[in-house]
DNA sequence: TCACACATACCGACCGGTTAGTCTGTCCCG
DNA sequence: CGGGACAGACTAACCGGTCGGTATGTGTGA
């Protein structure tokens, strides 16, 4: 039996990750030793450097995982059949939703992307424009249509709007009395009234 | 002559604070080592743990200095003799305003802020509370007078702006076709547009 | 079917370098 | 001449990354 799996039934690597993100999240980069993260993995070190090239590669991944995922959910909510409004209110809500299920990612997101090797901060961010210009493109369809107000220029609304979902983490407690959904309910409609023409 | 102000006017403590707020920004609290910091400031190490206590409790005193400075303009706008849409209004453009002519402190606050020990970070953390509190109480009386609509609770509507606020750091560039004033009118009208009945 | 060759997965001691903080001493002002 | 304001050498603790080594599995040719 290969040792990739052995003690626990998840690969290796993908306990890395993941011990990874919850201490980064809990602790920030550059206060999380390479040591804690195999400790909290259960392997060594020579684990950790056979799979990945370095600590920085690491927090790399880590970023590639979340941004591939939201990507996906906003095209598919962004290409849906349906009015503009309800797309852009849908795609408003769900970065919400998925942003406070996975909070690990979304503290070091915005905590730690500057500890990026400057070559992978720039993919980062190139990756990250990609997205906005998606929900931009949204916005300044519905202008098109004159269902948005068009007083704000669209990628000011965008900022606007990703700036507080980015805040979550530092704010949401997901022991208080408002569920995502509601909390994601709520968010959306303050952007849909904004938008009002 | 005292060596506190030589080579240059200013006293040291002020020139320490002022290279320690510049190179937190630049590249993290964890990243900043002390030597990096005297040597900025012009001074040795000595200087340094004769004023501070710790390289801690100079992230503590850039904190302190902002919530200050904050705290007293909000409290100047939301106290002043207009309706409250106005004073509203002007609170929320002042923020965005004054957080961009301290870009600096902006971005340490929002990275750092989990590097304070527990006990400054909790201090901090009132404070702040405070000052939302005094923004939230703005748009509840605004409420309460029928002027602002009341589809969603005040303190996530002041999660909502802060949240954008705080990530200017991020993503507004001083050498970009807005001007702060601009931008400002421009993110206080989306939060009355958010508010209106 | 067995033996040999090789790859993969992982261990853990170790290294060069960095860091926050301390301590002793010096200088100068009142 | 006493004490505040510093200088700067020093220390003890880490930290990221490397490297030689080992155990296990897999493919292959006779």
Same sequence: chains 1, 2.
């Avoid at 999240?25 to 390479?34: H, I, K």
């Avoid at 979340?66 to 209110?89: H, I, M, N, W």
């Avoid at 980015?166 to 949401?172: E, Q």
């Amino acid at each position: 039996m290969p040792r990739t799996t052995d003690g626990d039934g998840t690969p290796v690597p993908q306990r890395l990750l993941a011990a990874a993100t919850r201490l980064f999240a809990e602790q920030g980069y550059d206060r999380t030793s390479v040591q804690e993260i195999v400790e909290a993995a259960g392997v060594t070190k020579g684990a950790l450097y056979h799979y990945f090239g370095s600590k920085d590669d690491l927090l790399h991944e880590v970023y590639a995982r979340v941004l591939r995922v939201q990507q996906e959910r906003l095209d598919a909510f962004a290409g849906a059949d349906a009015p503009v409004e309800k797309r852009l209110r849908d795609a408003a809500a769900d970065v919400v939703v998925t942003t406070i299920d996975n909070l690990d990612d979304a503290s070091i997101f915005f905590r730690s992307m500057h500890h990026l090797s400057p070559e992978k901060n720039k993919q980062v961010r190139a990756e990250r424009r990609r997205y906005h210009e998606r929900f931009r493109a949204l916005i300044e369809e519905g202008q098109r249509e004159g269902v948005f107000s068009t007083a704000t220029p669209a990628d000011l609304v965008v900022d606007y709007h990703f700036g507080s979902v980015h805040h979550l983490s530092t704010w949401y407690r997901p022991d208080g009395e408002l569920s995502p959904q509601d909390l994601a309910d709520h968010l959306a409609d303050l952007l849909l009234r904004a938008l009002r023409p």
